[in-house]
């Protein structure tokens, strides 16, 4: 799993850095399984300040781009804190990649309760016996 951390027009202290790292280290867990199959991860983490001249408000700026086997996942969030913004990030991104799931999820069981009324169907038409 490859995690890239940036930062725009602000100086990137430790404390946020770390905060960030633990947050994207939730979404590891949860994104284990796609690696131990053989798919690639790969995590882009941007926090900027969006204007240099204000000082209250949204002004905190977090991009998070997750690529996991060729689909990517994008969420940005503005608030007042970084902290905040990297939490709204993690949320937004957790719920589209369960989403993503839940419903490849629904598709296969779908399929196979067809698969399984079409055997039922075939089970009860015998033409050789009569």
């Known amino acids: 799993m490859n995690i890239n951390i940036h930062s725009k ?3 990137l202290t430790e404390d946020v850095k770390d905060y ?3 947050k994207v280290t939730n979404l590891e ?3 284990a399984n796609t690696e131990k199959g ?10 900027s300040k969006s204007t240099k001249h204000h000082n209250q408000g949204q002004v ?4 998070c ?3 996991i086997n060729g689909e990517k ?3 940005s969030a503005d608030a007042e804190d970084e902290k905040t913004a990297i939490d709204e990030i993690k949320e937004k991104v957790f719920q589209d990649i369960t989403k993503k799931k839940n419903k490849k999820e629904a598709l296969f069981f779908r399929g196979a309760r067809k698969v399984k009324d079409m055997m039922k169907g075939l089970r009860s038409y015998r033409p050789w016996k009569k």
């Open 73 to 75: 996942f994008y969420a």
């Open 9 to 11: 027009n602000i100086n």
């Open 60 to 63: 905190f700026h977090a991009d």
């Open 29 to 31: 867990k949860f994104l």
């Open 38 to 47: 053989g798919g690639e991860v790969s995590i882009n983490f941007e926090i």
């Open 65 to 67: 781009l997750i690529n």
């Open 20 to 22: 960030a790292l633990k």
